[in-house]
């Protein structure tokens, strides 16, 4: 692309940086932003940098939050005896999303996965052990993606957990509400088959 | 969504007020940045800041610049009776990226469109007469997109210039190099026909 403005040139640069814009999308991006006025690019540039600049995790597990403790650790109405672990806080909002889950969250930081260099020790699970252990706690769902990554993932944090005395599960699998049997996987249909559970007739 | 950080949030949303962002894609940009050291945040929002608070328009062509005259403007080697009008600046870029004109440009800022309420008062009409009517500029080629809008101002602004004693020319139309003609559409291949040119034999 020929640019014929360095300050133009970098803009687009910075946008083509994140991932999944292109070149083209950036360009785009940064001239939308040139038509409008001056003080929707200035809020545009402070929200991000106050976002980056001033966000916190949550001590306790690890979720974002403004706070030093998370919204949700912190509300008193809260189950505190389910830990549900998750790969990341987009899987937090994903299953608070549902009000399904009135338990606590962990958020690991990631899942084991040798290829991309992520051992165990960069992950967020000597503070679940140590949550885990204190008595008010009596069961640890495991909400992992079931790929190869995170069956080691949840495999080896069970391991872990193992010498406490709590119950530890994972998420249900099998047949997506909407799916098509003849569409899903053989070993989602297989183990759907295998996990059957009893037809509730109301 | 359940963001558990106002400061998330307002990045998210900043993000999705961009346009042909959404709320994941925002969401996926804003955790990329999060997951990145503070100082990326900082030069992406500097870079952002600094394009529209310096960034200048020339003021011959209308083209971005950081100069009060633009790099192809000051350009002595350009050849300057022949002006190309174009829409916007990413077609400036498009042209400028074929190395196929050495002329100079004027941008209108966008064309004639009475939905979208852009009426000529708007375009950068008036300053292309002017320029146009300088001795020095013997062509004026109209390089605007043939859509009905683009018509209707390509007509508007030969109207305009039509006092003038220059050659008035638009892009050639027809069809696309690689394309299939079953494909074409009856207008483009209709016209490719009656504005068919002589073979050249090497």
């Known amino acids: 692309m020929n640019f014929s403005s360095k300050l133009l040139e970098e803009a687009v640069a910075a946008f083509a940086s994140l991932p999944g814009i292109g070149k083209k999308t950036a360009l785009r991006l940064v001239l939308h932003l040139l038509s409008q006025p001056t003080e929707i690019s200035e809020q ?6 106050k976002m980056r600049q001033h966000i916190k995790f949550c001590s306790n597990c690890h979720n974002i939050a403004d706070t030093p403790i998370c919204l949700i650790c912190s509300d008193a109405r809260r189950d505190k ?3 549900c672990v998750v790969e990341g806080i987009r899987d937090v909002m994903a299953i608070e999303d549902t009000s399904q889950f009135k338990g606590l969250y962990h958020v690991l930081g990631g899942i084991i996965s040798p290829i991309e260099g992520i051992g165990p020790s ?15 706690v009596t ?3 495991m909400a992992i993606s079931p790929t190869i990554e995170g069956e080691t993932t949840i495999f080896y944090v069970s391991k872990k957990l193992k010498e406490l005395d709590i119950k530890i599960s994972t998420i249900a699998r099998g047949v997506s509400f909407g799916g098509e049997l003849e569409y899903a996987d ?7 088959i295998v996990a059957r559970i009893p037809y509730k007739n109301k």
């Not at 967020?124 to 052990?129: G, K, M, T």
């Open 139 to 141: 069961e640890v769902i």
């Open 122 to 136: 960069e992950l967020n699970i000597d503070s679940l052990v140590r949550r885990a252990s204190t008595p008010e």
């Open 44 to 49: 545009f540039a402070s929200d991000v940098l």
């Open 186 to 192: 053989e070993m989602t249909l297989g183990r759907s």
């Open 81 to 83: 005896s389910v830990i």
